[in-house]
Structures are given as C-alpha cells and as structure tokens.
C-alpha cells in the first residue's frame, strides 16, 4: 500500500456477510443517507491528496476473458482494484436481464456491493434507449429526423412518453434501491445521467432539445428517482469537449445549483499514436477543460473531476505518464474514468492488461503518489472528522 488517505479508522463498513441487518443505516438532514453525505464530503477533500483511478466495467470483463470472478485486468498488471468502478444501466429500462454491452443487472449489483465493500466507489451512466422511436440511445448528428427531435418533448410532463419514461425512472429507482449490501446498507453511487449533451449524437444532445428542455429532463429525473425513496445517489453533469474552456458554454444547460455534486467532462484521445498533432491537441483540451471546471467547481460548490477518458488502444508506450499524468496533477479533481476493456471488440480498450505495450509505463501511473487505487482509499463512506 503506497499510501493511506482519510486515515479514519476501519470501523464502520465491513460485518461478516451474513443476512441479518447488523449495521445502521441512518439518514442526513438531506435525506440522503449519512454515507451518501460521507462519500461527497470526502470528494471535496480527496484532492489534497490525490485522484481516484476508475475503469469503466472492470470487474465483469476484460481483453480475451467474461464473466470471470475476482478478475480485472487493472488488477492483473498492478496488483490493485481501480478506486471506482464505472457501469451503464442501459437497458435496465427495458426490464432485460443484462445491459447494453451483455452484463448481467444481477451481477452488476453484485460488483458494486463488493466494491463498497472493498472500500471503493461506483458511478453509474445510462446509454438508455430512445423511449419514441424504440431506437438505441444514439442518433446520427448529420441527419436528425423530426421525431428523434421530439423524443426529450415527448417524455417531459405533456408528452405522449411521459407515462413509459416514469416507469423507466421507477425500474431505475427499484435498481438504486435495491444496492444494499447483506447487512443493511445501501451503497452510495454517483449516477452521471444525460451525459455528453453538448454534441448531438444522444437523443438528449445539443441539436435535440432545447436548453429548458434539457434542464427539465434532469429535473424530472431527481425528482422522480428522490419520489421513488432514491436516498443513496450523488449526481454528476459531464458535457463532452464542446465547451472548449467557456464556462458559459458548459453551463448554458446548467440544471441548477443543488442539482449536481460533481461535475465533469468526457474527453477521447486519438488513437493514433503517430499523430502528434493530435496527440497535443488531446492534452491542451484536457488542460484548459480542466482548468474551467475547477473553477466553475469552485464558485458552485461542487467537485471537480474528469468523467470519461482514455487512449483507444493504447498504441503509445507511454501514454500514462507522458500524456495523461502530467495534466491531471496540475488539478484537485476527485477522480478520472477510463472507459472499458471490451471482450467482443479488438481493440475497443482503454486499460492495459497482462502483455500490452503501456504496461511498465501503468505500473509507474499507479506508483505515483496522487494516483489512487483501492488500496490507497480506506474510507470513503465513513463518518467525516
Ligand atoms: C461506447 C462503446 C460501446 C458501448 C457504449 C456503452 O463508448 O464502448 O461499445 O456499447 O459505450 O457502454
């Protein structure tokens, strides 16, 4: 273990795992849970110390493995769970078995308990379909057709899918509330919904809505999830690159203050590693998002982070500390996500696993002092000193 941060005694989490409800689960004045509370007051304050290191999926699959237990390709070149763990609810709404991208729900929910359990943290996102055209949740931006432009219309109140998106809210709200763990607590999770609305590709994208209607989806869905005894979720704003550092930019859809607890932004490097240009292009764009948000994070009160990245591939031997590293230790943000390490799609990863070129340069991104692993974080949800 390189280091320990929120040095809090172990006390409160782990009982035996038997069935009874031995531990309490006792609400803030928020009416959120007491560990919801726990887990964001730590966020603001993790950055003195360094940034959680996530991974879209870990747990569930990797580069040439499903369904493994205890297995993860992080884990397999360093020795060490990512600090967060990211899934995708989408499909949940459907009431199918298993996500877009073939996880099971139920071992979804196994995953997140565990990961409580071993002292890390969970944020959600939800690649949910159209509820309109019955499509997938992405449109083509260069040929929107009339009724996609309708759709986040067509599930605010008035709207012929306000009904069917409710009962998608209420299958989302059973999911959260069901994160309990077997002896009584409901695990805190950041849901990050409507994500990466600034370009249009989703149907709640910027060409697809207009901002008011933007803001009402959120609202609509605090609101139904908090109705529907939803106690145990932080909530996260991440646009894509669009704002290119104008904070007016990122906040024209803005849902309120009150609204968000982290916020963020998903940014892609290329994955040509002979493409310089584009190389820097990736990290000046990381550089000056970062800088805006830390800012903006400031003057709203909420905490900073970076909601999605990643190098496709991994063609670049040392990407971590050449490219990545450099510019997240510039900033106080809670954590980074890298996205996921798919089984189906060669090449579709963005972690290394056991042979691939970046894994000595991984080994010295975890070695380094700020970037945080499950070993290095004790405490997350734990009472705040
Ligand atoms: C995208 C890709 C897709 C996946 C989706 C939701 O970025 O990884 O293959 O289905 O995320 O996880």
Same mark, same amino acid.
């Given at each position: 273990m390189k280091k320990i941060i929120l040095s809090l005694a172990m006390a409160a989490a782990i009982v035996s795992c038997n069935s009874s409800k031995t531990v309490?689960?006792?609400?803030?004045?928020?009416?959120?849970?007491?560990?919801?509370?726990?887990?964001?007051?730590n966020l603001r304050k993790i950055s003195a110390n360094g940034y959680l290191i996530g991974h879209q999926d870990d747990p569930v699959y990797g580069v040439g493995w499903v369904g493994d237990s205890c297995r993860s390709d992080v884990k397999s070149v360093c020795n060490d769970y990512p600090a967060l763990i990211g899934f995708d609810l989408g499909h949940l !709404?459907? +009431?199918?078995?298993?996500? /877009?991208?073939?996880?099971p729900f139920n071992r979804m929910r196994e995953e997140i308990i565990r990961q409580y359990d071993r002292g890390g943290m969970v944020t959600l996102s939800w690649h949910l379909d159209n509820p309109l055209t019955?499509?997938?949740?992405?449109?083509?931006?260069?040929?929107?057709?009339?009724q996609e432009k309708q759709t986040v219309a067509s599930v605010?109140?008035?709207?012929?899918?306000?009904?069917?998106?409710?009962?998608?809210?209420?299958t989302l709200a059973s999911f959260l509330n069901s994160l309990e763990t077997p002896y009584g607590v409901k695990v805190p999770v950041l849901f990050r919904p409507w994500h990466e609305h600034t370009g249009s590709w989703f149907w709640w994208g910027q060409n697809l809505c207009?901002?008011?209607?933007?803001?009402?989806?959120?609202?609509?869905?605090?609101?139904?999830?908090? !109705?529907? +005894?939803?106690?145990?979720? /932080?909530y996260a704003y991440s646009p894509g690159t669009e704002f290119a550092g104008d904070a007016d930019k990122y906040l024209e859809r803005w849902p309120g203050?009150?609204?968000?607890?982290?916020?963020?932004?998903?940014?892609?490097?290329?994955?040509?590693?002979?493409?310089?240009t584009a190389i820097n292009n990736?990290?000046?764009g990381l550089d000056l998002g970062l800088k805006t948000i830390c800012e903006i994070a400031k003057q709203h009160n909420v905490v900073p982070a970076l909601s999605e990245t990643g190098m496709e591939s991994l063609g670049?031997?040392?990407?971590?500390?050449?490219?990545?590293?450099?510019?997240?230790?510039?900033?106080?943000?809670?954590?980074?996500?890298?996205?996921r390490n798919a089984h189906d799609k060669p090449g579709h990863f963005y972690m290394p696993y056991p042979g691939q070129k970046t894994v000595s340069d991984f080994v010295k991104f975890y070695n380094d002092k700020r970037t945080l692993f499950v070993k290095d974080i004790n405490g997350l949800y734990l009472q705040v000193n």
């Open positions: 309490d689960d006792p609400l803030a004045e928020s009416g959120r849970t007491q560990r919801t509370e726990n887990l964001l007051a !709404e459907l +009431g199918d078995s298993v996500n /877009l991208d073939g996880v019955r499509g997938s949740a992405w449109v083509k931006p260069d040929s929107l057709t009339d605010l109140e008035g709207g012929e899918c306000h009904e069917k998106f409710l009962g998608w809210l209420d207009t901002a008011d209607q933007y803001k009402a989806l959120w609202k609509l869905t605090e609101d139904r999830l908090k !109705e529907k +005894g939803v106690n145990n979720v /932080l203050d009150g609204m968000v607890d982290v916020i963020g932004f998903d940014t892609y490097c290329t994955n040509n590693p002979e493409d310089t990736y990290r000046n670049m031997e040392n990407w971590w500390t050449e490219v990545l590293m450099p510019v997240l230790n510039k900033y106080p943000i809670a954590y980074v996500l890298l996205w």
